[in-house]
């Protein structure tokens, strides 16, 4: 029998000749201007990835290598102006390649809070340890040429009341390259919403996020994702958690044309915890990717995940979660969940849980679904008066609730609303 025939490595043609002006442009030091040189020659020496690797298998890795160098240009200009009127702690905006403002209240300015500009204050020795750069083509991509970066440090033992909010606006045509790192230091609590909007056809953003979560410190992290039709992202968030640290991330997927994500928790100490929470939403021709890692690498640590899709028109959707147990993480507890409802015969989607479990003391359990419409359900709503487009809108607020039920008051009240905003679209 022949073998058969493998697939041609396709080679990452991206010229990245502005690393030197637009490290001068941003006022970086010359240590950071280094680092981003060393990221360019490891993506140097990069292919793509092959599509028979399953977590490539259902969607074209070219599509997020910028069609000319991201560092070239100067900023975009920007007219729009932003101020966030609900309650926060922090505030800042990225926007045309640059950090556009930054507010803190006055609790989170006694307290010491510090939300700055990654480009003039990154701590290199924190940059990249909880993705790093070899992480895969797209992170060695913004590591090199991101732009438009946000750090946010809270101090030891600061518990703040409202969340620090980090806005980043995709422009209408071009690559974004934001860069994101939050240093919760030990006993600290704190939540961080992160938003993703704007953009149209013409735009590519390509979004790394590092959370490194202290002993003892609670981050709750919002990652919410509301793109313009047409926008093709990709987005890298990454939480290394220290001994009884606990991170809970929402995750909410709701616009662009192709989105991928890939995020998870690293529970690097001793009695660390991880809980996920998302929702993803798609209509008409989207396309969703996530990918979802759980690992465990000490003893005694604890993860949750509950992923909800629904998918309409001729949407898609793929699904790959990991859990992983190390060798030396005895006792460790995990679970993982990933339901997907069918609004449409046209519609569909993957689901693919994977558990490595490296030893024996542990508990690890997980499930998937892919379902259509429960006709009998909509057949009873209907019967009992309801028009058809608010029945099927009720089957989807109970298929969702249970996973929005689990998320903190003010999370799930953003969600909501951008879930009915949704449902009432279709």
Known sequence: MASATPHPARTIDLALAGLDRLSSATGEPAALLERRHVAGALLAGMTLPSRSLHLWKYTDPGRFVPSSDPTGGTLEAVTEAWHDNSPHAATAVIAGGAVRSIELSD??????????????????????TAVPDGHGFVEAINAAAWRGGVLVRVPRGV?????????????????????????????????????????????????????????????????????????????????RVAARGR??????????????????????????????????????????????????????????LDFKVALTDHSRSAYTGMIRIAPAAARC?????????????????????????????????????????????????????????QAMRLIVYGFLDQTLARLPEATRE????????RLHAN
């Open 159 to 239: 518990r703040l009341e409202q969340p620090v909010r980090v806005r980043s606006v995709a422009p209408a045509t071009g690559t974004a390259l934001p860069r994101i790192l939050v240093v919760a230091e030990p006993g600290s609590e704190f939540e961080v919403l992160e938003s993703h909007v704007g953009g149209g056809s013409g735009t590519l953003s390509l979004t790394v996020a590092e959370i490194l979560v202290g002993e003892g410190a609670q981050v709750r992290y919002d990652l919410i994702q509301r793109w313009e039709d047409g926008v093709v992202g990709h987005h890298t968030a990454r939480a």
């Open 107 to 128: 609790e989170a300015r006694r307290a010491g809070v510090v939300v700055t500009d990654l480009h003039r204050s990154a701590p290199l020795d924190l940059l990249g």
């Open 414 to 421: 953003r969600l909501e609303a951008l879930v009915a905003a």
């Open 333 to 389: 507890e995990a679970y993982q969940e990933n339901r997907n409802l069918l609004l449409s015969e046209d519609a569909r989607a993957e689901s693919i849980p994977e558990l490595e479990i490296l030893n024996e003391d542990v508990r690890c359990s997980h499930g998937a679904t892919v379902a259509p419409l429960d006709e009998e359900q909509l057949f009873y709503l209907k019967s009992r008066g309801l028009p058809h487009n």
């Open 247 to 304: 991170f809970h991330l929402a995750l909410a997927s709701f616009g662009g044309a192709v989105y991928k994500a890939d995020v998870g928790a690293i529970l690097a100490g001793e009695h660390a915890e991880a809980e996920t929470y998302g929702v993803a939403m798609g209509g008409g021709n989207q396309h969703f990717d996530h990918h979802t890692e759980h690992l465990h690498n000490s003893p005694d640590t604890r993860s949750n």
